[in-house]
């Protein structure tokens, strides 16, 4: 079974802080995904990565960036975090087509 | 672009048959249908996928008209464990593929 996962399950940080998010998938898979999850909204996807060091922006970029160094990991980064950014962030991975895609089973971020 | 609607919920019993519907307006001609199903505290799980007519698994079936500008997941004989939220993705095949447009989502509650 296509294993991701995601470090924490819950994130408590402070306004301003720099938060990383972390993505890890065991299957070898070429594509990852970052995406935010808010009620009412469904995922929308913050940035997207088809091979090492490669990224492109999703849906909603702004506020974040990412990092994939190695092919099993992908972060995602909050410079400044900011109170409209709390929500659940899921974390998927793909090989080859998009359409099918693995996801984490999510971290819950509140930015206080 | 696509964009994708659905209802925001639905309730039905054990054993009855559900179907969930989904528009996407401007689908071009080579996007796939996906439909994923989620559990609280975990990330969508992909369920089915189509391009035209009908596509049959051993979890669901997935109708799609001529004009593919609608989708329609059926869920046979559904039991308290799909109570669940269900989402249908379309991926654009125009924009490169770094779009993923994930309906909002329809909450399924299976009552006994």
């Known amino acids: 079974d296509v294993k991701v996962t995601q470090s924490s399950r819950y994130l408590v940080k402070r306004t301003g802080e720099k938060v990383f998010l972390e993505c890890v998938q065991d299957?070898?898979?070429?594509?990852m995904f970052w995406y935010r999850q808010d009620p009412g909204l469904g995922l929308r996807l913050i940035y997207f990565?088809?091979?090492?060091?490669?990224?492109e922006k999703g849906d909603i970029p702004e506020g974040y960036s990412v990092s994939r160094e190695k092919k099993e990991r992908f972060s995602l980064i909050l410079e400044s975090a900011s109170t409209n950014q709390t929500s659940m962030y899921l974390c998927?991975?793909?090989?080859?087509?998009?359409?099918?895609?693995?996801f984490g089973a999510g971290t819950r971020l509140s930015v206080l | 672009l696509a964009k994708t609607t659905q209802p925001i919920s639905m309730d039905s019993y054990e054993g009855q048959e559900v179907n969930i519907t989904c528009s996407h307006n401007?689908?071009?001609?080579?996007?796939?249908i996906t439909w994923y199903q989620q559990f609280p505290s975990q990330g969508p799980r992909f369920i089915i996928q189509?391009?035209?007519t009908k596509v049959t698994n051993e979890v669901a079936s997935l109708f799609i008209p001529a004009d593919r500008k609608s989708s329609t997941l059926s869920l046979p004989r559904v039991s308290l464990s799909d109570t669940a939220v269900y989402y249908c993705?379309?991926?654009?095949?125009?924009?490169?593929?770094?779009?993923?447009?994930f309906g909002a989502g329809t909450r399924l509650f299976v009552k006994a």
């Open positions: 401007n689908i071009a001609t080579n996007d796939y």
């Open positions: 299957m070898d898979h070429e594509n």
């Open positions: 993705l379309v991926v654009p095949t125009g924009t490169g593929g770094f779009k993923t447009i």
């Open positions: 990565s088809y091979d090492v060091k490669m990224k």
């Open positions: 189509g391009y035209k």
């Open positions: 998927a991975s793909s090989s080859g087509g998009i359409n099918i895609q693995y």
